[in-house]
């Protein structure tokens, strides 16, 4: 054999050669990386961020979780398995109109209501455009307001519309609807109804929307893979693992709150497509999102904080970088600034009395 056959085959084995580590490094990249153990780390994180704040009553299959409003929380036990969900029961308060946020009218009836009447006056009322509207009714000229309620006997009815949300500010279409409205059940009830000037209570709305807009926060925080692509199984899984349970919404896993009702502390969020499929060797998925909706949460619970422990534990336990949306990390310092920033975002919102996270904040940020 000639020493030209010998370098050309040698050069064919390194091409060979070659061409399989290729395809085992193109294999290793585009498999699907699937759940996998739960580690006692993990379990305990868990543990330390949900159940040693909140109590624990009552099981509840996961099958049950309907929706973002009514969430279970995770126990995790010493031994590293996670305990099933179980409710919290404590009901958060109706927070009923407030002229912080809501044009009031009052009808004064002629004679005594049942509240049984005025339920059924009120049923399928619930906003005017896109503003939602809260109702009360007054037994006494000395006793609270309340929601009207079957065997309760009234003499006044207040009625009011939210003068803004996220969709902008109440209009001068809205606000005559609501007159009209009012006036209606004014008619129907047999009573008198007392309302406010239109032009004030628009100037008061535009005012508050532009309170609102300037104070809102909603912040988030991307992780990608490195390498392999995640299975929507191992994306949960690792979510889980650190207390998240699964949304109403396909691709999306929050942290509840302090008790049933109370908004998700955080989100985690992936392609939708992908929590739909059934294909357990598709695409794959290589970017989540950690997102915070800053005024909906109280301060007392920490959650950019919370948020940043959860986004370094998974980017350990997924492989994945942190950062923003085009996946450029963020550096620690500008997450530090963030905070701050946060901070006196609080700071505002308590001084208008809508501390965040209060009935009032999450009705205005919606």
């Excluded at 006692?40 to 624990?56: G, I, N, T």
């Amino acid at each position: 054999m000639s020493e030209f056959t010998i370098a050309l085959a040698l050069a064919g084995g390194l091409i060979l050669l070659g061409v399989v580590a290729h395809g085992a490094w193109a294999s290793r990249r585009n498999k699907i990386r699937q759940p996998d153990p739960l580690t006692p780390e993990d379990a305990a994180f868990a543990a330390s961020h949900l159940p040693s704040r909140f109590s624990e009553l009552g099981d509840v299959h996961p099958d049950s979780i309907l929706n973002d409003d009514a969430l279970p929380l995770l126990g995790a036990r010493d031994d590293g398995v996670i305990d099933p969900p179980v409710w919290v029961p404590t009901q958060e308060k109706r927070s009923g109109a407030d002229p912080l946020i809501d044009s009031l009218a009052v009808i004064t009836l002629e004679q005594e209501v049942s509240g049984e009447a005025i339920l059924a006056h009120l049923h399928g009322v619930r906003r005017v455009g896109t503003k939602p509207l809260q109702f009360d009714a007054q037994a006494a000229a000395d006793t609270p307001w309340e929601y009207p309620h079957a065997g309760g006997r009234y003499h006044r009815v207040q009625m009011g519309v939210q003068l803004a949300n996220r969709t902008g500010p109440l209009t001068d279409i809205e606000f005559s609807e609501f007159l009209v409205l009012v006036q209606r059940i004014a008619d129907t009830l047999g009573g008198t109804a007392e309302t406010a000037e239109m032009r004030p209570e628009i100037l008061k709305a535009r005012e508050l929307d532009h309170f609102a807009s300037q104070h809102d926060a909603q912040f988030s925080m991307f992780l990608s893979s490195r390498k392999v692509a995640w299975s929507t199984g191992f994306v949960q899984q690792c979510a889980m693992r650190l207390g998240f349970v699964p949304g109403i919404l396909p691709g999306r896993l929050v942290l509840p709150g302090s008790h049933e009702g109370a908004a998700p502390l955080l989100a985690l969020n992936f392609d939708t497509q992908a929590a739909l499929s059934n294909m357990v060797d598709g695409p794959g998925i290589r970017k989540i999102s950690l997102s915070l909706d800053l005024p909906q949460v109280p301060r007392a619970d920490q959650p950019f904080l919370l948020m940043r422990q959860i986004a370094e534990r998974l980017s350990v336990s997924m492989d994945a970088v942190v950062g923003d949306e085009n996946g450029i990390p963020v550096p620690p310092e500008i997450l530090d600034r963030i905070d701050v920033d946060l901070q006196t975002l609080y700071d505002r919102l308590e001084e208008r009395e809508l501390d965040a996270g209060s009935p009032l904040a999450r009705r205005l940020f919606s």
